[in-house]
């Protein structure tokens, strides 16, 4: 039945896995021989695809699966000491599933939850505000058998914590309105206000939003693809990437749960521009509690005619989106991992080029934006370019939504035109007295209380959106400890460098962690961080080392208190048992004694 729910698709296959996982709690070897009878797809993708998402699981989880947010905001808020205070009420062991199937505990990557924790999941459910309490009712939950349905509702609350609206939040908006005016304006004029709006990606590339969008709808002609793929036409495709796992960001989780009809009107005004007809959704499946409410927007656009065929009554214009749930993978946040997780595969990033604008989605040109993007987008063609640019600097135009957590008495959402400087975002969020800022999340960029007047700006501080706060008496390595560990964890394992670089990190900064290490580790770390950056095949390898890297440049004497004595005393002399051979030749180099045994 799920199969055919899926319509058979081989591209279905994570949704299918997902679902198998969540009736029979894991991945059956009998399954898996089912699916690649029904699919026809190869044993070993499907294998693979079960071993590379973290929610997937060849052995048994609990019926009730319940994972803790490892994030380092979520330790910050004691998560560590509750997820061992219901591993010991539950009588199970972290990482294991209880002997009678009944639960497993576990930690996770950040649940994108981070100021409202310490968070977690239950069957893929977010779970906010843990205390004590929280768990000493969740573990007896747990053992009544009480069905999901049936727990406090306040356990799976999700507030959207906004707390300064800006250029894109402040107004109201309604369905359509943008999609009319580009049908006023016409393509090419709604090309030029999306360039005069000089609007940048918001993932933390920055790629130029009207480049991508005209690089798709011009090209390839269908002469560049190979013959072999025996296609008709070329087909366009529109992918939202709302796969936000970079920890310490939750802001795509508010603008899907506010502000959707934006999102999606962004996606069509790039349906209309680029001439796409297919449109996904790529949700992170830490957010499958927006999966319905998503649905229902999605049918309401399409009773509104903003979806479907002949939109908004122009005759051929049709256009549609898929919600796809993501399972746990980090990596597909990466655009081009994520279209091969759209695919039903493992997410590994591909080579590039050619880049998903020519050859994404099934090699066919591929739109890839995030919500953010769109939104912004779909607000550009309602009040156009002049309005949005007239805000921010000159190389970055407009608005950034924030996430802010850690240290502060306001933590949630905050929309600053660019050019804000981090001291007045730590002032307006309510930090006192922080010794540090993490800009961009652990792949971003750690600033001490020395560079708080730099800016929020691709040419400064380049952020998808994560601002993590740091309190004094925090430790800046024990903050790099977490972000180097969670590389490590999400690391695909395609390239030698990344794999084997982000253990190797990992290990030798444990070691300084707990006393071990010496000026040599240090070296060695400074070494290693350079090789993966330059040697790794996308951008989780190339920015792994960064946390290491800049409180390693920022905080040396913190490091070097951290190691180990090394003033040895050798158990040999052997200057001393040298001396005698050397007086003989009257040579003090290294082959002295050599010399004086051949006379
Ligand atoms: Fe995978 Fe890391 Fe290589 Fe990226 S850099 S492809 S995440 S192993």
Redesign the pocket.
């Known amino acids: 039945a799920i199969v055919a729910r899926h319509g058979g698709e081989p591209t279905e296959l994570l949704q299918i896995l997902r679902e198998v996982q969540a009736h029979l709690h894991h991945v059956p070897h009998e399954a898996m021989v089912f699916l690649y009878e029904a699919l026809q797809v190869p044993p070993a993708q499907i294998q693979g695809v079960v071993e590379f998402y973290s929610f997937l699981s060849t052995m048994p989880r609990g019926r009730y699966d319940l994972r803790i947010s490892d994030s380092i905001t979520d330790q910050m808020l004691g998560s560590r000491a509750l997820a061992d205070d219901l591993c010991q009420r539950l009588g199970v062991k972290l990482g294991e599933t209880r002997a009678d199937g009944a639960v497993s505990v576990d930690y996770t990557s950040c649940t994108g939850m981070c100021e409202q924790g310490p968070a977690g999941l239950v069957n893929g459910l977010a779970l906010t505000r843990l205390d004590r309490a929280r768990v000493e009712r969740i573990a007896e939950l747990v053992e009544a058998g009480t069905p999901l349905e049936a727990w406090p509702e306040a356990f799976f609350a999700v507030a959207d914590n906004v707390h300064k609206p800006g250029l894109l939040l402040a107004d109201g908006f309604e369905p359509g309105a943008a999609l009319a005016k580009v049908f006023e304006r016409g393509r090419e004029a709604t090309f030029a206000e999306l360039e005069q709006s000089g609007l940048r990606g918001r993932g933390g590339a920055g790629f130029n939003t009207a480049w991508k969008w005209r690089f798709c709808y011009e090209g390839p002609d269908e002469d560049s693809f190979c013959p072999m793929d025996k296609r008709a036409e070329v087909q366009r495709f529109v992918i939202c990437n709302a796969d936000e796992g970079e920890p310490g960001t939750f802001k795509d989780r508010v603008l899907l749960n506010s502000h959707a009809h934006r999102v999606f009107e962004g996606m069509t005004v790039c349906a209309a521009l680029v001439g796409a007809k297919r449109g996904f959704l790529y949700l992170r499946g830490e957010y499958l509690h927006l999966y319905q409410p998503l649905l229902a927007v999605l049918e309401e656009r399409r009773r509104l005619g903003l979806l479907g065929r002949n939109i908004q009554g122009r005759e051929g214009f049709d256009f549609d989106i898929k919600i796809h749930l993501g399972a746990g993978a980090y990596?597909c946040g990466e655009e081009s991992a994520l279209i091969e997780s759209l695919e039903g595969k493992r997410g590994?990033?591909r080579n590039r080029p050619p880049y998903p604008v020519t050859h994404g989605y099934l090699g066919q040109p591929t739109v890839v934006n995030n919500v953010e993007t769109f939104l912004s987008a779909a607000m550009i063609a309602l009040h156009g370019g002049v309005w949005f640019a007239a805000h921010g600097t000159e190389k970055s135009k407009g608005s950034k939504i924030l996430s802010i957590s850690g240290d502060c008495a306001r933590p949630g959402i905050y929309e600053y035109p660019f050019g804000t400087t981090v001291a007045q975002i730590l002032e307006d969020c309510g930090a006192v007295d922080p010794f540090g800022a993490q800009v961009g999340g652990p792949s971003g960029t750690f600033i001490s209380d020395k560079e708080f007047g730099r800016k929020l700006a691709f040419e400064d501080l380049a952020t998808g959106g994560s601002f993590m706060v740091f309190g004094q008496g925090r430790d800046p390595l024990e903050v790099a400890r977490n972000f180097t560990h969670f590389f490590a964890h999400e690391?695909?394992?395609?390239?030698t460098p990344?794999?084997v670089g982000t253990a190797l990190l990992k290990n030798i900064h444990d070691k300084i962690c707990a006393g071990h290490g010496t000026p040599y580790d240090l070296a060695e770390l400074a070494d290693l961080g350079k090789i993966i950056k330059g040697a790794?095949?996308?951008g989780?390898?190339q920015t792994a080392a960064h946390p290491i890297l800049t409180t390693l440049e920022r905080y040396p004497d913190l490091y070097a208190a951290r190691l180990k004595e090394t003033v040895f005393q050798p158990g040999f002399d052997l200057d001393g048992a040298l001396e005698v051979s050397r007086r003989l030749t009257g040579r003090d180099d290294a082959h002295a004694h050599l010399a004086q045994a051949n006379q």
């Open positions: 990596i590994n990033p690391s695909c394992g395609f390239c990344c794999r790794s095949h996308c989780l390898g």
